[in-house]
């Protein structure tokens, strides 16, 4: 759930990840609270905007983020004491506890942890993360597969038409572009002061035929894929590019009730889409699964 900004203007923001929300009957129920808070406080609202392609079935609700997707991470961070940019890259039990180490910054000791990133980066961290697994766990979390796809957002100036009937469409039969977005429109939040941003996602084989190139290469092919698409297009301010090497759950974690505990004391729990599947109910389902956990055991 990722926002970014112009360089240029702040005000002019794109979703590079999720685009909207989608909760079908089942978890529209299970989740009620969730939605409704959300709605309530102007987090999401109804999508209303014309996506052309999106199949449209019976009982189902779609819902957008006036404020951007990322809007929903701040939401529920907003009570918490948050430190961006450290990689952990160590885990280590010391004395009844968890010390976390990262590449910025001293380490610090934990009574728990709860790992949320894609499981290879689960994998990769170093330490006594490994003396945690047994066989079993260890073989389970590396059968995880995910599909790999790229994000393109375009900024422009105030004032810029872009002359499409559609807020988003699915592209099909392009070999490179699935998905279009004129991201300001589709979250009903233009304003003639702010320029209009569109995103532009990949196919999934695309996404995995170009995973090792440099940004830059992919952006071009991209940017001429966009091109002959909507050959009319005006000029951008800027262009970003960003690569989702872990984008969506193609095959979740087996056998798993949304969480994976791998130690009791101290206390540490793998969770996130990994373990469900990869939307916003699957992320819901994974957190309230971690919660009863850390309910059984403090």
């Known amino acids: 759930m990722t926002t970014c900004r112009s360089p240029h203007d702040p005000n002019c923001t794109a979703d590079l990840g999720a685009q909207y929300i989608t909760a079908i009957p089942y978890y ?32 189902i609700h779609n819902y957008v983020a006036p404020r951007g997707i990322s809007s929903i991470v701040k939401y529920y961070l907003g009570d918490s004491d948050v430190f961006y940019n450290r990689q952990v890259t160590h885990i280590n039990l010391k004395e009844g506890k968890l010390e976390v180490c990262s590449k910025s910054g001293p380490s610090e000791m934990f009574d728990a942890v709860i790992l949320t990133m894609p499981v290879p980066q689960i994998l990769q961290l170093q330490g006594d993360l490994k003396s945690f697994l047994n066989e079993s766990q260890k073989q389970t979390l590396e059968a995880t597969r995910y599909s790999s796809r790229f994000a393109l957002a375009l900024f422009y100036e105030a004032g810029t038409q872009i002359n499409v009937s559609w807020a988003a469409k699915y592209i099909v039969n392009n070999p490179c572009v699935r998905f279009i977005s004129i991201d300001n429109k589709k979250r009903c939040s233009e304003s003639p002061e702010v320029g209009p941003s569109l995103v532009v996602h990949t196919t999934v084989q695309f996404g995995a035929e170009n995973e090792h190139k440099d940004k830059e290469d992919v952006e071009a092919l991209i940017l001429d ?74």
């Open 225 to 298: 894929q966009l091109h002959r698409i909507l050959p009319g297009l005006p000029k951008s301010t800027s262009v970003k590019c960003h690569k989702w090497r872990y984008s969506q759950v193609i095959g979740s974690v087996s056998n798993s009730p949304g969480e994976m505990t791998l130690s009791i004391h101290p206390l540490l729990v793998c969770g996130g889409d990994s373990f469900t599947h990869s939307n916003f109910d699957g992320c819901t389902d994974s957190a309230l699964a971690v919660l009863n956990v850390f309910k059984c055991h403090f």
């Open 28 to 59: 529209a129920e299970k989740h009620q609270s969730f939605y409704e808070e959300l709605l309530s406080q102007g987090i999401l609202k109804p999508l209303l905007s014309c996506m052309e392609g999106m199949a449209i079935k019976e009982g």
